[in-house]
């Protein structure tokens, strides 16, 4: 389909879109947010919940499939959209109805000039983008992208800032994948009701939970796909279309990413799920089985991807390990794992407390934990050496070690399990004596500090810990943030080997900004015969529910049940502890 046969003739005459995308709202509000955090003496005393707030909101809209504009014109009532309430819903009726933001326009209007020139970013945190502008002795955005692209900003002020520069200059182009969920919703939702497609999966990297999403791609049953992709136009009020053929489309969406979508018919259903799924090299891999896919074809109908697979003596390849490993030689001879799932869980080894500093108690912790069907609950709250972090002192472990004997003295059906999130310190020590961690069923240790060692000296770091024989789980082993921060240099190989050696083990952190092994090193791991367990790190009771990203990223790795540390009755798990 070629945009072309839509331009107007040379007598028509084209009008700009009145209306505001939700791209166009949701700037206003990050910019207020952004200008608000930038005051020095806060004049206007505005609440910092507030300010992120406004950025909730935004994040919000930018993910909404309703046009916003549309329904504050309709008299919406906005507050039923999480994350809006009647102030923010107040400020986006004067966006819609004046074009503008007066709060916003005042702001700017006060601003010193390099404040200003940062306000049309407002992805940018101002505060450190003037901490560059200082540092660097420069004064305007264009400079600042200068010094971004000469490395500059990343050899001065490091790795994270220059990453938080680049994405808040040239514009966000990918999402956590914990993000994306609620967009592949929204989207699926406006393809089904208001575009009129019959039926419309979600396929490609998300369908493969890849932790960050670059593209979200759907295919779609319709009978009229020109319809689809002009009404596709108006998701989100308005969305630009960067391309279009006979039965593909392609769009720029608010949130940075990209949306794809791909007509599929019925009858060749399965056959489409398989060819949008697979990553590159997993399709090669599969070609060399089944032939091209013109080739397959000719081979169908596959209504369904059960049904390609048998067609040439295939087990079925779940989505998440279609990524060109070994999975089709395994399908072929019928080896493939029989991955684990959030069902197989059985206890958290990765929990917080307000003992340091989670935001539940210990007792609500366990309730929340029970609830989840948990047969246990390790608490693991920081050691003394992260004061950043309210660092529980060695009397303060002690008495939380009496507090859990007592606990589970009057608990039935789950226990709690003594335990501690122990700094690695710079020389590889723990951050706490021998004697109190032999107190301990077992301990997390994570890098806390020195990210900025060499790999050499980092694996070394961690390698002296693993000699302690109180030593057990490697938590969040890179240290990475996901779009925010790179994990540390580490040989991973020689620290797996190691763990092997001692009798160690790693955990993939289930955060939705860490998912750290990653699924490549838990593979890894996997593959040297080193047990895993997947953990939230949970600091509230509401984090319980992420273990699903982390089970994402096992399945990715390949692991089944037997592979993974809290999938064990802790009868069989506590021995493993014991070095």
């Known amino acids: 389909m070629s945009r072309a046969n839509a331009e107007p003739g040379p007598t028509q005459t084209t009008f700009p879109d009145p209306r505001l995308s939700n791209a166009e709202i949701a700037d206003r509000l990050a910019g207020l947010a952004q200008l608000l955090s930038a005051q020095k003496e806060n004049p206007q005393k505005e609440n910092p919940y507030k300010i992120k707030a406004y950025m909730r909101a935004a994040g919000k809209i930018r993910t909404l499939s309703e046009s916003v504009d549309e329904l504050v014109r309709d008299d919406a009532d906005l507050t039923v959209y999480a994350g809006i309430g009647e102030a923010i819903a107040g400020a986006i009726r004067e966006i819609v109805l004046t074009g503008t933001l007066g709060k916003l326009e005042k702001l700017r209007s006060a601003a010193s000039p390099e404040l200003a020139s940062i306000s049309a970013f407002p992805r940018l945190d101002p505060k450190r983008v003037l901490r560059i502008y200082k540092k660097l002795g420069i004064r305007s955005v264009e400079e600042l992208r200068e010094k971004l692209e000469n490395g500059e900003i990343e050899k001065i002020m490091g790795l994270r800032m220059a990453q938080h520069v680049r994405q808040g200059v040239n514009g966000a182009h990918a999402m956590l994948l914990y993000r994306a969920h609620d967009l592949r919703i929204a989207v699926e939702d406006f393809l089904l009701e208001k575009c009129g497609v019959r039926r419309a999966d979600a396929v490609g990297d998300y369908r493969r939970r890849v932790d960050v999403i670059e593209e979200l791609a759907f295919i779609v049953e319709t009978d009229d796909f020109a319809a689809v992709v002009s009404r596709l136009e108006r998701y989100g009020g308005r969305t630009p279309l960067l391309s279009a053929t006979r039965d593909t489309a392609s769009y720029a969406l608010s949130s940075g990413v990209i949306l794809r979508i791909h007509a599929a018919s019925q009858e060749n259903w399965g056959l489409a799920l398989v060819l949008c799924t697979g990553s590159k090299a997993h399709l090669r891999k599969l070609a060399a089985v089944t032939g091209n896919p013109t080739a397959l074809k000719s081979n169908g109908p596959f209504p369904t991807e059960e049904a390609l697979y048998a067609k040439f003596g295939l087990s079925f390849i779940e989505p998440e390990l279609r990524e060109g490993y070994d999975e089709v030689k395994q399908a072929a001879q019928g080896t493939l794992p029989v991955l684990v799932t959030v069902k197989d869980i059985r206890g958290e080894l990765h929990a917080h407390s307000t003992s340091s500093d989670g935001s539940n108690s210990i007792e609500q912790m366990v309730v929340a934990a029970q609830a989840h069907g948990y047969e246990y609950i390790g608490i693991t709250d920081h050691s003394q050496t992260l004061k ?46 021998d004697d109190l961690l032999r107190e301990l069923d077992y301990t997390v240790c994570s890098v806390h500090s020195r990210f900025a060692f060499g790999k050499s000296q980092q694996t070394e770091r961690i390698l002296r810990a693993m000699d302690n024989r109180y030593f057990n789980i490697l938590g969040h082993a890179t240290g990475r943030l996901l779009l925010k921060r790179p994990g540390y240099e580490l040989d991973i190989e020689r620290i797996i080997e190691h763990a092997k050696q001692t009798g160690c083990f790693f955990e993939i952190n289930s955060s939705p900004e860490r998912l750290d092994l990653s699924a490549e090193n838990a593979r890894l791991a996997h593959e040297a015969g080193v047990l895993i367990a997947v953990s939230t790190d949970a600091h509230s009771t509401r984090e319980f529910g992420t273990v699903r990203y982390g089970i994402d990223q096992a399945r990715r790795a390949g692991l089944d049940k037997k592979s993974i540390l809290n999938c064990m009755q802790w009868s069989t798990l506590a021995p493993l502890f014991r070095r």
Do not use: M, T
Request: aromatic share 6%.
């Open 388 to 433: 950043i972090a309210r660092g529980v002192s060695v009397e303060d472990l002690w008495k939380q070690i009496r507090f859990i004997d007592k606990l589970n003295g009057r608990l039935n059906g789950i226990r709690v399990l003594k335990s501690a999130e122990v700094d690695i310190l710079a020389d590889g020590s723990l951050d706490y004596p």
